[in-house]
């Protein structure tokens, strides 16, 4: 069991900047996805960003170009910057974890922390 605790979140101004980050702790395989996903009020959920252990990414439309993900492997730990945001990226930020190849695409998560709000208002 991979456990995840996020930090970050917060309310910011169309236009503004919040970085995300996310730590894991348990049994953590070699092969492995972490990323983000997000749920806005009256949306499905939807998958943000997502980046291997050996570096690969992917990101949603909706956020590609403005987000950018990172993450540092000794640490267990992913960080999401969010520049650009708009009143639309306002929602509760999930991390999510998976292992395996290609559990991401098959959508095979493991675990999922409990979430940090973003809000952007002006």
């Known amino acids: 069991q991979v456990q995840l605790v996020e930090s970050g979140g917060g309310l910011v101004q169309p236009g503004g900047s919040l970085r995300l980050s996310c730590a894991a702790s348990?049994?953590?395989?070699?092969?492995?996805?972490m990323g983000w996903s997000r749920q806005a009020p009256g949306k499905e959920r939807e998958l943000v960003a997502r980046?291997?252990?050996?570096?690969?990414?992917n990101y949603a439309d909706s956020v590609r170009g403005r987000f950018s993900i990172s993450r540092d492997n000794a640490k267990n730990t992913v960080y999401l910057q969010m520049n650009s945001l708009k009143l639309e990226d306002t929602a509760v930020y999930y991390c999510?974890?998976?292992?395996?190849?290609?559990?991401?695409?098959?959508?095979?998560?493991?675990?999922w922390g409990q979430g940090t709000q973003v809000t952007v208002s002006s």
């Open positions: 348990g049994i953590i395989f070699s092969i492995n996805t």
């Open positions: 999510v974890y998976c292992s395996g190849y290609e559990c991401w695409r098959k959508r095979r998560f493991d675990s």
């Open positions: 980046m291997s252990n050996g570096g690969s990414t």
